[in-house]
């Protein structure tokens, strides 16, 4: 089983006591400044999607979440990955939101979320979130995560069980120690190299190189991860150039990958998780779940590959991502 192979296509890693179908005492429905680059904030882009979307904020755990929230039932926290925001889900929150109440959570660091100076380990992340949907009423919650998010969602099923009715992963796993075995060069026709891990381990120096112009970087990154390039919009990446254009942005984001240390040493301490599991993967990336997820989790209920996609799975499969999941969580 080539793991490092496996790798390379990974850009990043009972019922709930109500529904909230309003915002409550612990967060505002407000909408966040225009963004010059789109014309449109984020409130404008919810309201575009069925299922009653609207942009709220909740501070929580010390730091000012934004997080995007429609539909009806039990609660599904979807978290996004870099380099993307909340709406790297809008092709499947409208099918989700049918049967959930759908919350999808800007990470401190991204989007309209707070950019604190630290916290970006992923179980302090996996820590906003819960404080989050506690505030909001919810005792337990479905969650899943894609890439950076995923890596989130899987501390969070590791740190706070009892909260989690059921975990999905999607295309990445939590760091482990063999992060370290990555390559610092890939021999030709090995994969894609993960450089990225390495370059935003670099302080101050992504933000001077990449400001005003994260949309090269945006370009890149689907390039390499999507079958269709007409998958994800210009529209849809001048949405998320509009955000890592910052350079205080470009900081917080190299703040999850900076934070890898941390998460390889906190998941040596983790136990394997018992809620059920679900992995969603693109073919390459498949190897590595079926080599880990038993190593992690004692409740596996699949391992679904999402053949249209590299990478970005609900950007090019959004109705194979909605159907699984759905089928998953009832």
């Given at each position: 089983m080539n793991r490092r192979k496996a790798l390379t296509l990974g850009a990043g890693a009972a019922v709930a006591a109500g529904v909230?179908?309003?915002?409550?005492?612990?967060?505002?429905?407000?909408?966040?400044?225009?963004?010059?680059?789109?014309?449109?904030?984020?409130?404008?882009?919810?309201?575009?999607?069925?299922?009653?979307?609207?942009?709220?904020?909740?501070?929580?755990n010390g730091v000012r979440l934004h997080y995007v929230a429609g539909?009806?039932?039990?609660?599904?926290?979807?978290?996004?990955?870099?380099?993307?925001?909340?709406w790297s889900y809008h092709k499947v929150m409208p099918l989700l939101a049918r049967h959930y109440r759908v919350i999808v959570v800007d990470i401190r660091g991204m989007g309209a979320s707070e950019r604190p100076a630290g916290g970006y380990d992923k179980k302090t992340m996996a820590r906003?979130?819960?404080?989050?949907?506690?505030?909001?009423?919810?005792?337990?919650?479905?969650?899943?995560?894609?890439?950076?998010?995923?890596?989130?969602?899987?501390?969070?099923?590791?740190?706070?069980?009892?909260?989690?009715?059921?975990v999905?992963?999607?295309?990445?796993?939590?760091?482990d120690e063999t992060l370290y075995d990555l390559p610092m060069l890939t021999k030709p026709g090995a994969g894609v190299h993960m450089w990225w891990f390495a370059f935003n381990q670099v302080k101050?120096?992504?933000?001077?190189?990449?400001?005003?112009?994260?949309?090269?970087?945006?370009?890149?990154?689907?390039?390499?991860?999507?079958?269709?390039?007409?998958?994800?919009?210009?529209?849809?990446?001048?949405?998320?150039?509009?955000?890592?254009?910052?350079?205080?942005?470009i900081r917080a984001s190299n703040?999850?990958?900076?934070?890898?240390?941390?998460?390889?040493?906190?998941?040596?301490?983790?136990?394997?998780?018992?809620?059920?599991?679900?992995?969603?993967?693109?073919?390459?990336t498949r190897p590595w779940f079926e080599y880990t997820l038993p190593q992690i989790a004692t409740d596996v209920r699949g391992i679904i590959t999402i053949d249209k996609a590299l990478h970005w799975l609900c950007e090019e499969d959004p109705e194979l991502v909605s159907k699984s999941l759905i089928d998953f969580l009832a």
């Amino acid at each position: 089983m080539n793991r490092r192979k496996a790798l390379t296509l990974g850009a990043g890693a009972a019922v709930a006591a109500g529904v909230a179908s309003v915002p409550t005492a612990a967060s505002e429905a407000v909408a966040v400044d225009d963004r010059p680059a789109t014309g449109m904030n984020d409130e404008m882009l919810a309201r575009r999607l069925d299922g009653d979307f609207h942009s709220h904020f909740a501070t929580v755990n010390g730091v000012r979440l934004h997080y995007v929230a429609g539909g009806k039932g039990e609660p599904l926290v979807l978290v996004p990955g870099w380099p993307a925001t909340w709406w790297s889900y809008h092709k499947v929150m409208p099918l989700l939101a049918r049967h959930y109440r759908v919350i999808v959570v800007d990470i401190r660091g991204m989007g309209a979320s707070e950019r604190p100076a630290g916290g970006y380990d992923k179980k302090t992340m996996a820590r906003d979130i819960y404080e989050l949907v506690r505030s909001l009423g919810y005792r337990q919650v479905n969650i899943a995560g894609h890439d950076i998010g995923a890596m989130v969602a899987f501390s969070f099923a590791a740190n706070h069980g009892a909260a989690t009715r059921r975990v999905a992963l999607l295309d990445v796993l939590h760091p482990d120690e063999t992060l370290y075995d990555l390559p610092m060069l890939t021999k030709p026709g090995a994969g894609v190299h993960m450089w990225w891990f390495a370059f935003n381990q670099v302080k101050g120096l992504p933000e001077q190189l990449l400001r005003d112009r994260s949309r090269y970087l945006i370009d890149w990154h689907y390039g390499i991860g999507l079958r269709d390039q007409d998958n994800v919009t210009d529209a849809d990446r001048r949405v998320y150039t509009s955000w890592y254009d910052h350079p205080d942005a470009i900081r917080a984001s190299n703040g999850w990958y900076q934070a890898v240390h941390q998460d390889i040493a906190d998941m040596a301490t983790y136990a394997k998780v018992t809620m059920p599991l679900l992995g969603l993967v693109a073919p390459d990336t498949r190897p590595w779940f079926e080599y880990t997820l038993p190593q992690i989790a004692t409740d596996v209920r699949g391992i679904i590959t999402i053949d249209k996609a590299l990478h970005w799975l609900c950007e090019e499969d959004p109705e194979l991502v909605s159907k699984s999941l759905i089928d998953f969580l009832a």
